[in-house]
């Protein structure tokens, strides 16, 4: 105890003349963002200039992102997946009876699906992109279960259906980037034409990265939750389902 | 005021460190490790941030305009997925931390073999 005083002004007193030594907040020095943000909607045609450099000028770091994401979640699944060949059997959850609790429900699923589709439809004309516009669908989703019961839930939670989604999300990445290839053009080069700048057709590829990071991002959330379900929801043994 | 989000941000990433450190539960070590993450959010979006600049959107905005950098904001979205799926997996390995030696207490995790 009697060391930790000292430790904690000395360093203490080494982090504040750090950050003195900073740029002063809103000093901006370095040049991309200023560099970036004149060129991409000339030479890309997206209003979304975050959005512009996620899926063009750093596509390539993006799709290695996309990758952290599905190598995670194969993690998940290795970690927590039932492979022991157990049947498992579904344990009967308290349906939920409020009918205000499911109109308000109903309502968040729906207006949730449509925030979420916009985000990542205009994701790179006004505020929003793949990824956030990926979590607020899955979130929708994940909405159903709370308001609904395992029932109507369980489309959402079959691995044979969430598994080759996800796969499409993260392969159609690497798709696009390949066209470029098979076109004789540097790997993720954006050849499809630009179009009208503001406008959906706007972007080339971007559009298309953007789309495949929407259904990865989507597909993964769904495919951890319905990891995490199976895990948390304690299968009852086969005896107990007919009491 | 001109330092100040440094500072967040460096007190954000020690407290989240000492959570972690100190944590007596898997569940809020991966809590702590978020905190600390965000730290690297702040700090990011800080660096970037242009006096008096606004979101790097030129939807019926003049081009040209005083804009913050959009690099960081692409960054910060990168890490925000990356810190996701990290306590994703961390959750993962304390379920199954649960299920072999029935507590999520590091200190008591004794029995630890392959």
Not at chain 1, 42 to 66: A, I, S
Not at chain 2, 32 to 42: F, K, R
Not at chain 2, 63 to 73: E, H, R
Request: aromatic letters at 8%; charged letters at 10%.
């Amino acid at each position: 105890m009697a060391l930790l005083a000292p430790a904690l002004l000395g360093n203490g007193a080494l982090l504040a003349w750090a950050i003195a030594g900073l740029p002063r907040f809103g000093d901006y020095r370095g040049p991309y963002g200023l560099v970036l943000n004149r060129i991409v909607v000339p030479l890309r045609h997206t209003t979304n200039v975050v959005m512009g450099t996620t899926f063009d000028v750093r596509g390539v770091d993006t799709m290695g992102e996309e990758f952290i994401l599905y190598a995670s979640v194969i993690g998940v699944t290795l970690l927590l997946r039932d492979e022991s060949g157990a049947r498992r059997v579904e344990r009967r959850t308290w349906r939920l009876r409020a009918d205000a609790v499911r109109l308000v429900g109903v309502v968040m699923v729906g207006g949730g699906l449509l925030v979420g589709l916009w985000l990542v439809a205009f994701g790179y004309i006004t505020p929003g992109g793949g990824f956030p516009g990926g979590v607020v669908l899955s979130g929708a989703i994940l909405v159903l279960y709370l308001v609904g019961s395992h029932c109507d839930y369980s489309p959402f939670r079959n691995q044979h259906v969430l598994d080759p989604l996800e796969a499409v999300g993260a392969g159609g990445y690497v798709v696009t980037g390949l066209a470029a290839l098979v076109a004789g053009m540097p790997f993720l080069t954006n050849l499809f034409g630009f179009g009208r700048t503001g406008t959906l057709a706007s972007g080339g590829s971007i559009g298309i990265l953007n789309g495949a990071a929407g259904v990865a991002v989507t597909f993964a959330m769904l495919l951890l939750f319905a990891e995490f379900l199976e895990t948390y929801v304690v299968p009852l043994e086969p005896e107990d389902v007919g009491s | 005021m001109s330092y100040l989000p440094y500072a967040v941000a460096a007190w954000l990433c020690l407290v989240g460190l000492a959570g972690v450190a100190t944590s007596r539960n898997l569940i809020h070590l991966a809590v702590c490790l978020t905190v600390t993450q965000s730290s690297s959010y702040v700090l990011l979006l800080s660096v970037g941030y242009v006096k008096h600049g606004k979101a790097p959107i030129f939807k019926g905005v003049p081009l040209g305009a005083t804009a913050v950098d959009p690099v960081v904001q692409a960054l910060t979205l990168t890490d925000v997925v990356v810190s996701v799926v990290v306590v994703a997996l961390i959750l993962a390995l304390a379920l199954d931390a649960h299920r072999l030696s029935g507590t999520v207490d590091p200190d008591e995790i004794v029995d630890v073999s392959g």
